[in-house]
């Protein structure tokens, strides 16, 4: 497989670090690339972070691979994946949901209403939107969600709980997946529709994670809803939810990060001192550094054949489940090696003076676990690739 870029794509890679440099001058910078939050780096929680988003769109890069009669460029879906790449290594938000996830699965399903209100919104970054997926008794087994929604005339009423839900103290729309036919086999029955944040009966509760990392639960108390916000058809929900998860891995689960933290890593390595000579003295540790460059080259071609098949204009399921796998729990394996190599020390918190790299590896070993849950577990992969890539049955 030749994982050179063309030339009208490494032209492309060249344009946006320009646009990234030119950008991280601006007094707001700091707010805006912050590649040490691990974990919601990719997130628009800011005033600052959505500017830069409605700057981004400026520039032309929201929406490049959408069709033009959408507002798009319809260039390869590649050019999202680089402008993300860049994103993604210097900590900057990235394109995210609205473009990919939402934004595709509207393009694809929604009513034309749907698409003439959000679509222009998204494109030119003027909205954010939260994923409500998981509940309580619904996290990797999707399919068991119980929040109801029962129609009431022109109204969807919805009563029940969300959980995991990272995006809701700052989105404006939330993308809520719902039981519409109780009586339906639970992959039956669910229907997908956009609500709101801030629609009466809507109540959101703050959850720390232990990497830092906020995430809610949101309560809804007889929440109404136009019947003109469901998307696509109803009972169809479980199709829309798949397809707009399999967007959300190509388009989040970026390698640039875990390359800049493994090369930040062997820096670090250099510099610190055991028995007065530097770490990477060590046969263990040159040996820990070489599997980690090995790994790191695997997940970049691992993200390539997820690539590959996009472009194919296939939805790239089983790829998308073997990238998101490997790579995020690299991220986990490179804080443990860290953590390994610099002992004692490398157990200090960022609010410690002599933590090395200011606790950046603490942190991440705390915030790496993150990953491997959000977008669908560890196990809900391995799930995805046994079955749908190697043909094993379910039981």
Request: charged share 25%.
């Amino acid at each position: 497989m030749d994982f050179d870029f063309a030339a009208s794509e490494r032209a492309f890679i060249s344009d946006v670090r320009e646009f990234l440099t030119t950008h991280r001058e601006q007094d707001e910078a700091d707010g805006v690339f912050a590649p040490n939050r691990e974990a919601d780096s990719m997130l628009s929680d800011s005033a600052a972070r959505r500017v830069f988003n409605q700057r981004l769109a400026k520039a032309g890069y929201l929406g490049m691979s959408w069709d033009e009669q959408y507002g798009g460029q319809a260039r390869d879906g590649i050019y999202d994946y680089l402008l993300n790449e860049e994103l993604a290594s210097v900590g900057a938000p990235l394109i995210g949901k609205g473009v990919g996830c939402i934004g595709k699965t509207l393009i694809n399903h929604g009513s034309e209403r749907l698409k003439k209100e959000f679509l222009p919104q998204i494109l030119r970054g003027e909205t954010e939107f939260a994923l409500g997926y998981s509940e309580p008794g619904a996290g990797s087994d999707l399919a068991s969600l119980q929040l109801k929604a029962e129609r009431d005339g022109e109204y969807w009423v919805f009563n029940g709980q969300k959980m995991w839900t990272t995006s809701a103290h700052f989105a404006d729309w939330y993308w809520v997946a719902a039981r519409t036919d109780p009586a339906a086999a639970k992959h039956k029955g669910i229907s997908v529709f956009l609500i709101p944040m801030d629609a009466p009966g809507l109540r959101i509760t703050e959850i720390r994670t232990m990497g830092d990392h906020r995430t809610n639960q949101v309560f809804f108390d007889d929440v109404r809803v136009h019947t003109d916000y469901l998307v696509g058809e109803e009972n169809q929900g479980w199709l829309y939810v798949c397809e707009a998860l399999d967007y959300e891995r190509f388009t989040l689960y970026t390698i640039g990060p875990l390359r800049t933290k493994f090369e930040a890593l062997v820096d670090l390595l250099k510099l610190t001192l055991r028995d007065g000579q530097p770490l990477t003295t060590k046969d263990s540790v040159r040996r820990g550094i070489a599997r980690l460059a090995c790994d790191v080259e695997t997940a970049t071609m691992l993200q390539r054949r997820v690539i590959a098949a996009a472009l194919r204009g296939d939805v790239p399921t089983v790829e998308a489940a073997m990238c998101k796998l490997y790579s995020t729990e690299l991220g986990r394996r490179l804080a443990d090696f860290a953590l390994d190599c610099l002992g004692p020390m490398g157990l200090l918190r960022r609010s410690a003076a002599d933590a090395p790299a200011a606790g950046k590896w603490e942190h991440s070993y705390r915030a790496t676990v993150v990953d491997t849950i959000g977008g669908g577990s560890s196990e809900i992969q391995k799930n995805i690739i046994s079955r749908r890539g190697l043909g094993l049955p379910s039981k």
